[in-house]
């Protein structure tokens, strides 16, 4: 479990400490999906069944398309409403185009609710 923390926490102050030098490169690293692989060993390493691994590589597929746009806006309302107010309405943002994401997905079966 010790190990497990050690290597998450690791994993952001590096992304971290790479975006402060290059804002391009932090930003490449920060966009693979090193938290979902790590979930992923993580539960593979726990003796999850392979029912449970694949049901969240496929949840986190869907949950990543609301937050795409925040990552768009996030720059324009920084300049406009300080890092404060650009955190909060990108927050707003994520939310309603999950809730938009949520009805669209409905009628074909995908239930992205808990």
Request: positive net charge; charged residues 10%.
């Amino acid at each position: 479990m010790i190990t497990k923390y050690l290597i998450t926490a690791t994993l952001i102050v590096l992304i971290s400490e790479v975006a402060k030098r290059s804002d391009k490169l932090g930003g490449l690293i920060a966009a693979l999906p090193l938290v979902t692989l790590l979930t992923l060993f993580w539960l593979y390493f726990e003796r999850q069944p392979a029912e449970k691994i694949a049901n969240h590589a496929y949840y986190t597929f869907w949950y990543v398309l609301p937050t795409l746009p925040m990552f768009f806006v996030f720059p324009m309302l920084l300049q406009k409403f300080g890092f404060w107010g650009a955190m909060l309405l990108s927050v707003v943002i994520t939310i309603l185009c999950f809730a938009a994401l949520t009805m669209m997905l409905k009628p074909f079966g995908i239930d992205l609710l808990p």
